[in-house]
């Protein structure tokens, strides 16, 4: 009864051996040769000697990700539609159809939205005459709850 067990038990036993033989190995055949920049933090490629920090992802590039995660996501749900696309029938045909539409869906409004166009930002700037030059942060932007209070008053 319990010869059933003796390869998961051989297995494990195996594997401790593995990973014990692995670090005294390593502390007996590696250098230990410390230095500054070795004992200093690190995090996600930064250490502490960098002067500069490093820039950030723009959001495209996160957007590009998720693109690249719903095509894969279609993949994945395509592939076992067409190991049985004969037996589903109409019926799988019409379900993959809608699927299909919205990922393609998704996919134009994410073109659509710029999310592919990886150039500088393009501004369009406000026809003559759209926009009055006396509008201005103070005269548009209404203070709420500021009523009774002194300028230099502390909060």
Known sequence: MLGQYLPIVALLVLGVVFAGASLVASRLLAPNRSTPIK???YECGVSDDQTDNPTRFPVRFFLVAM???VFDIEVIFLYPFAMVFRELGTFGLVAIGIFSFAVFESFVY???NG???WGPIKR???AAGQVSR???ATSTIRRVGDDGREIGEAA
Do not use: K, M, N
Request: charged share 10%.
């Open 39 to 41: 004992l200093a933090p």
């Open 67 to 69: 693109i690249f995660i």
């Open 124 to 126: 369009v700037a406000p």
């Open 110 to 112: 994410l073109i659509g």
């Open 134 to 136: 006396s509008r201005t």
């Open 115 to 117: 999310a592919l166009e």
